[in-house]
Protein backbone atom coordinates (compact mmCIF):
# COMPACT_ATOMS: atom_id res chain seq x y z
CA UNK A 1 0.00 0.00 0.00
CA UNK A 2 3.13 2.36 0.78
CA UNK A 3 4.70 1.54 -2.56
CA UNK A 4 1.53 2.34 -4.68
CA UNK A 5 0.65 5.58 -2.15
CA UNK A 6 4.25 6.71 -2.92
CA UNK A 7 3.60 6.06 -7.00
CA UNK A 8 0.91 7.76 -7.30
CA UNK A 9 2.09 10.77 -5.33
CA UNK A 10 5.18 10.39 -8.46
CA UNK A 11 2.69 10.37 -10.85
CA UNK A 12 0.34 13.77 -9.44
CA UNK A 13 3.92 15.56 -9.08
CA UNK A 14 4.64 14.89 -12.52
CA UNK A 15 1.52 15.80 -14.25
CA UNK A 16 1.46 19.25 -12.32
CA UNK A 17 5.05 20.11 -13.26
CA UNK A 18 3.91 18.54 -17.13
CA UNK A 19 0.77 20.62 -17.15
CA UNK A 20 2.36 24.00 -15.72
CA UNK A 21 4.88 24.20 -18.71
CA UNK A 22 3.09 24.15 -21.54
CA UNK A 23 6.29 25.56 -23.33
CA UNK A 24 8.61 23.44 -21.18
CA UNK A 25 12.16 25.01 -23.20
CA UNK A 26 14.08 28.33 -23.19
CA UNK A 27 13.98 27.89 -27.24
CA UNK A 28 10.55 26.89 -28.71
CA UNK A 29 10.34 25.35 -31.96
CA UNK A 30 7.19 26.28 -34.23
CA UNK A 31 5.87 25.04 -36.73
CA UNK A 32 6.09 27.54 -39.93
CA UNK A 33 3.04 25.74 -41.58
CA UNK A 34 0.16 27.22 -39.88
CA UNK A 35 -3.39 25.41 -40.79
CA UNK A 36 -6.55 27.32 -41.10
CA UNK A 37 -10.38 26.18 -40.99
CA UNK A 38 -13.42 28.75 -41.90
CA UNK A 39 -15.60 28.90 -39.02
CA UNK A 40 -19.36 30.15 -38.31
CA UNK A 41 -20.02 32.81 -40.47
CA UNK A 42 -21.58 35.05 -37.80
CA UNK A 43 -23.33 37.86 -40.30
CA UNK A 44 -24.92 35.38 -41.91
CA UNK A 45 -26.13 33.59 -39.10
CA UNK A 46 -27.21 37.14 -37.97
CA UNK A 47 -29.23 38.32 -41.03
CA UNK A 48 -31.06 34.92 -41.26
CA UNK A 49 -32.04 34.31 -37.29
CA UNK A 50 -33.01 37.94 -36.59
CA UNK A 51 -35.75 37.57 -38.54
CA UNK A 52 -38.36 34.99 -37.93
CA UNK A 53 -39.50 32.13 -40.83
CA UNK A 54 -42.62 34.25 -41.40
CA UNK A 55 -40.51 37.41 -41.43
CA UNK A 56 -38.26 35.97 -44.02
CA UNK A 57 -40.70 34.78 -46.08
CA UNK A 58 -42.54 37.57 -46.40
CA UNK A 59 -39.41 39.59 -47.57
CA UNK A 60 -39.50 36.77 -50.70
CA UNK A 61 -43.19 37.65 -51.85
CA UNK A 62 -42.34 41.31 -51.44
CA UNK A 63 -39.56 40.80 -54.19
CA UNK A 64 -41.44 38.47 -56.40
CA UNK A 65 -43.95 41.14 -56.09
CA UNK A 66 -41.87 43.37 -57.38
CA UNK A 67 -40.58 41.64 -59.98
CA UNK A 68 -43.64 40.75 -61.38
CA UNK A 69 -45.46 44.31 -61.19
CA UNK A 70 -42.34 45.01 -63.63
CA UNK A 71 -43.40 42.48 -66.12
CA UNK A 72 -41.79 39.11 -64.92
CA UNK A 73 -44.34 36.00 -64.61
CA UNK A 74 -45.12 34.46 -60.68
CA UNK A 75 -42.74 31.44 -61.42
CA UNK A 76 -40.21 33.42 -63.38
CA UNK A 77 -40.16 35.91 -60.39
CA UNK A 78 -39.32 33.27 -57.89
CA UNK A 79 -36.58 31.83 -59.96
CA UNK A 80 -34.92 35.49 -60.40
CA UNK A 81 -35.50 36.18 -56.62
CA UNK A 82 -33.57 33.00 -55.73
CA UNK A 83 -31.10 33.25 -58.59
CA UNK A 84 -29.84 37.06 -56.63
CA UNK A 85 -30.01 35.51 -53.48
CA UNK A 86 -27.55 32.84 -55.13
CA UNK A 87 -25.61 35.55 -56.73
CA UNK A 88 -25.44 36.97 -53.26
CA UNK A 89 -23.77 34.30 -51.53
CA UNK A 90 -21.36 33.29 -54.02
CA UNK A 91 -19.71 36.98 -54.26
CA UNK A 92 -19.46 36.28 -50.36
CA UNK A 93 -17.42 33.65 -51.15
CA UNK A 94 -15.25 34.86 -53.44
CA UNK A 95 -14.90 37.85 -50.92
CA UNK A 96 -13.54 35.42 -48.24
CA UNK A 97 -11.16 33.50 -50.26
CA UNK A 98 -7.66 33.89 -48.96
CA UNK A 99 -8.95 35.09 -45.50
CA UNK A 100 -7.72 32.20 -43.51
CA UNK A 101 -4.51 32.24 -45.88
CA UNK A 102 -3.96 36.11 -44.56
CA UNK A 103 -4.36 35.74 -40.84
CA UNK A 104 -1.84 32.61 -40.53
CA UNK A 105 0.82 34.92 -42.60
CA UNK A 106 0.35 38.37 -40.46
CA UNK A 107 0.18 35.78 -37.04
CA UNK A 108 3.60 34.86 -38.22
CA UNK A 109 4.61 38.38 -39.45
CA UNK A 110 3.07 39.26 -35.83
CA UNK A 111 6.01 36.85 -33.79
CA UNK A 112 8.76 38.01 -35.98
CA UNK A 113 7.98 42.04 -35.08
CA UNK A 114 7.68 41.14 -31.72
CA UNK A 115 11.00 39.05 -31.39
CA UNK A 116 13.35 41.70 -33.22
CA UNK A 117 11.88 44.17 -31.00
CA UNK A 118 12.68 42.02 -27.60
CA UNK A 119 15.77 41.38 -29.14
CA UNK A 120 16.39 44.98 -29.37
CA UNK A 121 15.33 45.47 -25.83
CA UNK A 122 18.60 42.46 -25.04
CA UNK A 123 15.60 40.13 -24.79
CA UNK A 124 17.41 36.40 -25.96
CA UNK A 125 14.68 34.69 -28.53
CA UNK A 126 12.85 31.84 -27.72
CA UNK A 127 10.14 31.31 -30.37
CA UNK A 128 11.59 30.06 -33.38
CA UNK A 129 10.19 28.62 -36.51
CA UNK A 130 11.19 24.91 -37.63
CA UNK A 131 9.59 22.47 -40.47
CA UNK A 132 12.18 19.62 -38.64
CA UNK A 133 12.29 19.81 -34.57
CA UNK A 134 8.77 21.66 -34.57
CA UNK A 135 7.43 20.78 -30.81
CA UNK A 136 4.43 22.96 -31.33
CA UNK A 137 1.36 23.16 -34.30
CA UNK A 138 -0.45 25.88 -34.81
CA UNK A 139 -4.38 26.13 -35.86
CA UNK A 140 -6.08 29.22 -37.16
CA UNK A 141 -9.92 28.57 -37.29
CA UNK A 142 -11.67 31.91 -37.99
CA UNK A 143 -14.94 33.11 -39.68
CA UNK A 144 -16.95 36.48 -40.73
CA UNK A 145 -18.80 38.89 -38.76
CA UNK A 146 -21.49 41.03 -38.76
CA UNK A 147 -20.36 44.44 -40.39
CA UNK A 148 -18.05 43.80 -42.54
CA UNK A 149 -15.88 42.63 -39.55
CA UNK A 150 -13.87 39.28 -38.95
CA UNK A 151 -13.18 37.00 -35.84
CA UNK A 152 -10.08 34.32 -35.21
CA UNK A 153 -9.01 32.04 -32.57
CA UNK A 154 -4.81 29.97 -32.82
CA UNK A 155 -4.74 27.20 -31.48
CA UNK A 156 -1.32 26.26 -30.49
CA UNK A 157 -0.95 22.14 -29.66
CA UNK A 158 1.67 20.95 -27.74
CA UNK A 159 2.62 17.53 -29.79
CA UNK A 160 4.36 15.38 -27.10
CA UNK A 161 1.70 16.06 -24.63
CA UNK A 162 -1.40 16.91 -26.20
CA UNK A 163 -2.09 19.91 -24.38
CA UNK A 164 -3.30 22.79 -26.23
CA UNK A 165 -4.01 26.97 -25.64
CA UNK A 166 -6.12 29.13 -27.44
CA UNK A 167 -6.29 32.70 -27.98
CA UNK A 168 -8.57 35.18 -29.67
CA UNK A 169 -8.69 38.31 -31.42
CA UNK A 170 -11.64 40.39 -33.79
CA UNK A 171 -11.43 43.12 -35.88
CA UNK A 172 -12.59 44.72 -39.37
CA UNK A 173 -11.82 42.93 -42.08
CA UNK A 174 -9.56 45.66 -43.76
CA UNK A 175 -7.62 45.07 -40.35
CA UNK A 176 -6.21 41.67 -40.74
CA UNK A 177 -2.92 42.84 -39.54
CA UNK A 178 -4.39 44.21 -36.71
CA UNK A 179 -6.15 40.48 -35.88
CA UNK A 180 -2.93 38.93 -36.70
CA UNK A 181 -0.92 40.94 -34.78
CA UNK A 182 -3.03 40.64 -31.78
CA UNK A 183 -2.88 37.28 -32.00
CA UNK A 184 0.87 36.88 -32.23
CA UNK A 185 0.70 39.09 -28.53
CA UNK A 186 -1.12 37.16 -26.92
CA UNK A 187 0.94 33.69 -28.08
CA UNK A 188 4.12 35.97 -27.23
CA UNK A 189 3.13 37.33 -23.89
CA UNK A 190 1.82 33.64 -23.02
CA UNK A 191 6.02 32.63 -23.58
CA UNK A 192 7.59 36.12 -22.26
CA UNK A 193 5.69 37.37 -19.35
CA UNK A 194 7.48 37.23 -16.27
CA UNK A 195 6.04 33.98 -13.95
CA UNK A 196 5.48 33.43 -10.44
CA UNK A 197 6.59 32.65 -7.83
CA UNK A 198 9.28 34.88 -8.83
CA UNK A 199 12.73 35.78 -6.96
CA UNK A 200 14.23 39.34 -7.73
CA UNK A 201 16.57 41.68 -6.04
CA UNK A 202 15.21 44.69 -5.42
CA UNK A 203 17.88 47.00 -4.27
CA UNK A 204 20.32 45.77 -1.51
CA UNK A 205 16.94 42.67 -0.80
CA UNK A 206 16.21 39.61 -2.37
CA UNK A 207 12.67 38.64 -2.17
CA UNK A 208 10.40 36.07 -3.28
CA UNK A 209 7.12 37.20 -4.88
CA UNK A 210 4.01 34.46 -4.69
CA UNK A 211 1.75 36.11 -7.24
CA UNK A 212 -0.66 38.86 -8.53
CA UNK A 213 -3.67 39.43 -6.66
CA UNK A 214 -6.82 41.94 -6.72
CA UNK A 215 -9.17 43.30 -4.12
CA UNK A 216 -11.89 44.48 -5.58
CA UNK A 217 -14.83 47.18 -3.39
CA UNK A 218 -18.45 46.41 -4.12
CA UNK A 219 -19.54 50.04 -3.22
CA UNK A 220 -17.68 53.09 -1.59
CA UNK A 221 -14.42 52.26 0.87
CA UNK A 222 -11.86 54.19 1.74
CA UNK A 223 -8.39 54.08 -0.29
CA UNK A 224 -6.41 53.39 2.91
CA UNK A 225 -9.30 50.69 4.32
CA UNK A 226 -8.26 49.04 1.04
CA UNK A 227 -4.97 49.17 1.64
CA UNK A 228 -5.27 47.79 5.42
CA UNK A 229 -6.96 44.63 4.27
CA UNK A 230 -4.49 43.72 1.67
CA UNK A 231 -1.69 44.57 4.03
CA UNK A 232 -3.08 42.33 6.43
CA UNK A 233 -3.14 39.71 3.76
CA UNK A 234 0.02 39.74 3.26
CA UNK A 235 1.02 40.01 6.90
CA UNK A 236 -0.85 36.80 7.22
CA UNK A 237 1.18 34.69 5.14
CA UNK A 238 4.06 36.19 6.63
CA UNK A 239 4.74 38.35 3.94
CA UNK A 240 4.46 41.98 3.13
CA UNK A 241 3.29 44.74 0.54
CA UNK A 242 6.28 46.43 -1.54
CA UNK A 243 7.46 49.83 -1.26
CA UNK A 244 6.64 52.76 -3.75
CA UNK A 245 10.58 52.03 -5.12
CA UNK A 246 10.28 48.25 -5.33
CA UNK A 247 7.09 48.61 -7.01
CA UNK A 248 9.13 51.18 -9.26
CA UNK A 249 11.98 48.78 -10.09
CA UNK A 250 9.39 46.04 -10.90
CA UNK A 251 7.63 48.33 -13.76
CA UNK A 252 10.93 49.32 -14.68
CA UNK A 253 12.02 45.93 -15.64
CA UNK A 254 8.85 45.35 -17.71
CA UNK A 255 6.90 42.42 -18.25
CA UNK A 256 8.88 40.75 -20.26
CA UNK A 257 12.09 40.94 -18.36
CA UNK A 258 11.23 39.42 -14.78
CA UNK A 259 8.83 43.00 -14.01
CA UNK A 260 4.96 43.85 -13.87
CA UNK A 261 3.01 45.63 -16.35
CA UNK A 262 1.61 48.80 -14.59
CA UNK A 263 -1.16 48.44 -16.83
CA UNK A 264 -2.96 52.26 -17.97
CA UNK A 265 -5.73 51.98 -15.36
CA UNK A 266 -4.75 49.42 -12.93
CA UNK A 267 -4.06 50.50 -9.17
CA UNK A 268 -1.19 48.79 -7.20
CA UNK A 269 -0.97 48.71 -3.61
CA UNK A 270 2.38 49.92 -1.50
CA UNK A 271 3.88 50.67 2.37
CA UNK A 272 6.69 52.49 2.75
CA UNK A 273 8.79 52.03 5.88
CA UNK A 274 6.23 50.16 7.24
CA UNK A 275 3.97 53.30 7.67
CA UNK A 276 3.19 54.95 5.23
CA UNK A 277 0.08 52.88 2.60
CA UNK A 278 0.72 54.50 -1.59
CA UNK A 279 -1.73 53.97 -3.85
CA UNK A 280 0.69 53.66 -7.42
CA UNK A 281 -0.39 53.74 -11.08
CA UNK A 282 0.26 55.31 -14.33
CA UNK A 283 -0.93 58.28 -13.26
CA UNK A 284 0.85 58.24 -10.34
CA UNK A 285 3.58 56.55 -10.76
CA UNK A 286 5.44 57.98 -7.76
CA UNK A 287 2.83 56.88 -5.78
CA UNK A 288 -0.15 58.72 -4.08
CA UNK A 289 0.13 58.94 -0.57
CA UNK A 290 -2.13 62.28 -0.25
CA UNK A 291 -5.74 61.79 -0.46
CA UNK A 292 -6.48 58.30 0.32
CA UNK A 293 -9.33 58.89 2.84
CA UNK A 294 -11.46 59.19 -0.60
CA UNK A 295 -14.35 56.73 -1.05
CA UNK A 296 -13.51 54.82 -4.39
CA UNK A 297 -16.24 52.88 -5.54
CA UNK A 298 -16.26 49.35 -6.60
CA UNK A 299 -12.39 50.05 -7.31
CA UNK A 300 -10.06 46.95 -7.92
CA UNK A 301 -6.98 47.07 -6.03
CA UNK A 302 -3.77 45.19 -7.55
CA UNK A 303 -1.60 44.25 -5.24
CA UNK A 304 1.48 40.98 -4.57
CA UNK A 305 3.03 40.28 -1.35
CA UNK A 306 6.81 39.84 -0.94
CA UNK A 307 8.79 37.53 1.62
Known amino acids: MKKTLIFLMSITAFSNTFANSFWGRSSIPLNPRITYQQGLDMAEFQENFSQTTSELRNAYVREAISLMEAGALGMEAMEMVLKFDDRVYDRRQVAKKGMGETIANYVRNGIELLNEAYENEGGTRKLDWSSYESKFDMHVLWGVRPGAGVYAVLRVINKETGISRSYAARGSALQMNVVGYALASQLFNSVHRTTFPLKATLGRETV ?58 TEWAAKNYGYEYNVVSSQWPSGLSMALENYPYSRTLTYICVK
Open 208 to 265: TISGIRTFQTAGNVQYRTMLKQVSKYCEAKGERLPSTSELTSLFARGLYHGGLSMGLK
